[in-house]
Nanobody
Framework: QVQLVESGGGLVQAGGSLRLSCAAS????????MGWFRQAPGKEREFVAA????????SYEDSVKGRFTISRDNAKNTMYLQMNSLKPEDTAVYYC????????????????????WGQGTQVTVSS
């Protein structure tokens, strides 16, 4: 099992930047495909980005391509989401998720493919 804790959310003006972190417990963090999702008020949860177990492969939702960067540091059991050029429509609770998938370069964009979820961190972008 793995436990996930997000941090780094907050209030930022449009055009600003934030870096989210997802700290994972356990010794096998490197064996997990990791992902970021978000959910805005009144909307369904949506995929943001994903990264394979060694960071070889990444995937992004179209609206964040070129603005967000997903990365991971397996030595620190931590995944990151660098968010630049933030827009008001990026306002949401951001969740990190993990799927145990050692030796796989697959990246998942469907929430049901992930087994573990964090509690979320609020990101608010003001106009």
């Amino acid at each position: 099992q793995v436990q996930l804790v997000e941090s780094g959310g907050g209030l930022v003006q449009a055009g600003g930047s934030l870096r989210l972190s997802c700290a994972a417990s356990g010794r096998t963090f490197s064996s997990y495909t990791m992902g970021w999702f978000r959910q805005a008020p009144g909307k369904e949860r949506e995929f943001v980005a994903a990264i394979s177990w060694r960071g070889i492969r990444t995937s992004y939702e179209d609206s964040v391509k070129g603005r967000f960067t997903i990365s991971r540091d397996n030595a620190k059991n931590t995944m990151y989401l660098q968010m630049n050029s933030l827009k008001p429509e990026d306002t949401a609770v951001y969740y990190c998720a993990a799927d145990y998938s050692p030796y796989s370069i697959a990246v998942h964009s469907i929430g049901n493919e992930y087994d573990y979820w964090g509690q979320g961190t609020q990101v608010t972008v003001s106009s």
